[in-house]
């Protein structure tokens, strides 16, 4: 990736892997893939079978929100799960990307890593209000019922959350955005291949879009992505 996106003299930014179970490794790998034009690390919404809220993980968030790079929750998981189950495919490879947002929320991972910034990738938001429903709705131990305005709770967290989600097209966005807020949601083109998330006309497609106003227009094709991975 660094050798091939160094041919755009920086207008072609990326994402890195890292090992999250060798914290000398994964600093090296950040240091060497910022210096070459990462702006983030990918992960799928859990890693080596773990949730990414787990303590485990949290002296590379450290990393990250010191080097001011995103951390990227994509849809993906095991490709023998899949193959052997196609059709369990939302079940194996969709849903740990809510999943994870709800699990970095109910570990309080926004609020220890403040600079951090989080992207949930290729899952659309539908899923926004359900996750923070079953968050804001429950006690800590995600056991019992907790009364109240769970909405307003949840819209008091995200004030103060660096937490982003990459919507599709067909997404409710006016609706979504009333809980993540217009500033946090982007749209992706998953370009440059063809599967269920991908929408190759994005961008002309998205502009045109009627129910929301031109200033959020400019925040979901731009703005809001740039801020995401630190893109000045």
Not at 153 to 158: D, F, Q, R, V
Not at 179 to 191: Q, V
Request: hydrophobic share 40%.
């Amino acid at each position: 990736m660094a050798e091939r996106s160094a041919e755009s003299d920086g207008r072609l930014r990326w994402l890195c892997q890292i090992p999250m179970r060798d914290p000398q490794r994964a600093r090296e790998e950040l240091e060497f893939s910022k210096a070459h034009g990462a702006v983030g690390v990918e992960s799928t919404g859990l890693r080596y079978g773990t949730s990414l809220g787990a303590q485990v993980f949290w002296p590379y968030y450290d990393m990250l929100q010191d080097m001011d790079m995103t951390l990227a929750v994509h849809v993906g998981g095991s490709n023998h799960s899949y193959f052997r189950n196609p059709q369990a495919f939302y079940y194996h490879h969709i849903l740990p990307v809510p999943g994870a947002f709800h699990n970095l929320i109910a570990m309080d991972v926004p609020k220890r890593f403040p600079r951090l910034r989080v992207a949930f990738c290729e899952a659309g938001g539908s899923w926004v209000p359900h996750a923070l429903s079953e968050k804001f709705r429950t006690n800590d131990r995600a056991s019992e019922r907790a009364w109240g305005d769970w909405r307003a709770a949840a819209k008091e967290y995200l004030a103060e959350a660096n937490l982003y989600v990459s919507l599709l097209l067909d997404d409710d966005m006016a609706y979504i955005a009333q809980y993540i807020r217009d500033d946090r949601i982007m749209i992706g083109s998953d370009y440059s291949h063809i599967d269920a998330g991908t929408d190759p006309d994005a961008l002309r497609i998205a502009a045109k879009r009627t129910d929301l106003s031109a200033d959020v227009m400019a925040k979901l094709l731009d703005e809001n992505a740039r801020r995401c991975y630190g893109i000045s």
